[in-house]
């Protein structure tokens, strides 16, 4: 049904922007107020932990310097040895994999070339037949596709056609109404728009 042919399209309605504009503004303007203030506050806290932990650690050197490099060159050593441990069989476990597939990969090819020079033709149409197949198959699917995408074409025309010669008329029979019924409806439907895609993005927030 086009819109023209809606008895009320030549009835101007006021636009509701309080809650298809204002209201979606003033919101999204909050959330983003509170996520800037969020991310300020917890870089803040980050910023004075890092101070507070730099602090504790220069002291320490300074009244113990001895000790303290002696901590942190343990605590170096633990934690490469932990890691060192906690890779070694994940780097040992690829290994094996990528040594699995080279072996299968290899007797796979000497298979290959088995076929082939068993019966080079055979294995030739043993190769392209099912690339043919799938050939066929996308043909058939662009074919449908094409048809589709044809009709619904063919379908759009028509309507867009329909409309214009609909709004032709009104435009003869009443022009100035007729402007501003569609000046009024395009702002509605661009405030309905914008209204919908921050609601979608506050929720999503």
């Given at each position: ?105 290899n007797a796979q090819s000497k298979a290959f070339w088995s076929a ?90």
């Amino acid at each position: 049904m086009s819109i023209f042919d809606n008895p009320d399209f030549l009835s101007i309605q006021p636009l509701d922007l309080e809650n298809k504009l204002y209201k979606p503004t003033a919101q999204l303007f909050v959330h983003v107020k509170q996520q800037t203030t969020t991310a300020y506050q917890e870089l803040k806290d980050v910023l004075l932990e890092a101070h507070s932990f730099i602090s504790v650690e220069a002291k320490q050197v300074y009244e113990h310097p001895g000790e303290t490099l002696n901590d942190w060159y343990q605590l170096a050593v633990d934690n490469g040895t932990a890691t060192y441990q906690e890779v070694l069989p994940k780097l040992a476990a690829s290994y094996q994999q990528v040594e699995s597939g080279l072996i299968d990969l290899n007797a796979q090819s000497k298979a290959f070339w088995s076929a082939f020079y068993a019966d080079p033709e055979a294995f030739s149409v043993s190769l392209i037949e099912p690339l043919l197949a799938q050939l066929n198959g996308l043909l058939a699917q662009s074919q449908s596709h094409l048809s589709s995408l044809t009709g619904q074409v063919e379908t759009y025309l028509i309507t867009t056609y329909s409309n214009l010669l609909q709004v032709s008329d009104l435009l003869m029979q009443q022009p100035m109404n007729t402007i501003n019924a569609v000046y009024q409806n395009s702002l509605a439907a661009l405030l309905d728009i914008y209204a919908h895609i921050i609601s979608s993005l506050l929720t999503l927030a």
